[in-house]
């Protein structure tokens, strides 16, 4: 009588289609960082994650604690903040959101500006770098946006570009006076910068719409 035969279960060979099909969905959002991720594999590799940059965001200028201007009548301010990224194996969307408290933004002349008026008269004005691009406003919010290519670190992006050769970056009219000075009321800016891969978006905006929802 013939013996029954039995195929015996290649456990590893199973366990590496496993992962070949597997993909892997993972979201971590924190000190200001959010990035999505995908892996890849084949068959008998193991899965790894993509490497994510890291942020960093530096703020020094005239300004108190609680990050209101110390104006001073014709003295130009310092508000140098500059953006970094270590590179990652991915594309990325690198975003800027600057709250501006007591601040207009404008294009004008091809600069996207922020300015402050009293009496229909400009007596601060700064000017964002053009290598950042604004992408929407709502309120006093304001978002810039980068696209960074895959292994390409940025260091030391400045948000705003300098109004004069001391490196400030606030221009303050020669005419304020006191007087518009006690006018002035609150004036203030605060940043946060945020990076997401680029893959998996159609654009900055879209990008942008996954991030602040998990904001």
Known sequence: ?????????????????????????????????????????SGGDSARVVTFGSIDLQETGNFDADGNMIVTPGVNLKKDVTVSFTASETDVYLFAKVEATGWTRAFEGGKNIFYREINSKRVLSCTVED??????SNGETHIFYRYIDTNTSVE?????ADADAYGNQIAVDEETTKADLELLGTVKFAFEATAVQAGGFADAKEAWTAVSSHG
Do not use: V
């Open 156 to 160: 030391n992006a400045k948000i705003f």
């Open 1 to 41: 009588m013939g013996r029954a035969r039995h195929s015996k279960l290649n456990i590893p060979f199973c366990a590496g289609l496993l992962i070949l099909f597997l993909t892997l969905f993972s979201i971590h959002f924190t000190g200001g960082l959010y990035a999505r991720y995908t892996t890849s594999a």
């Open 131 to 136: 290598n950042w691009q604004h992408l929407e």
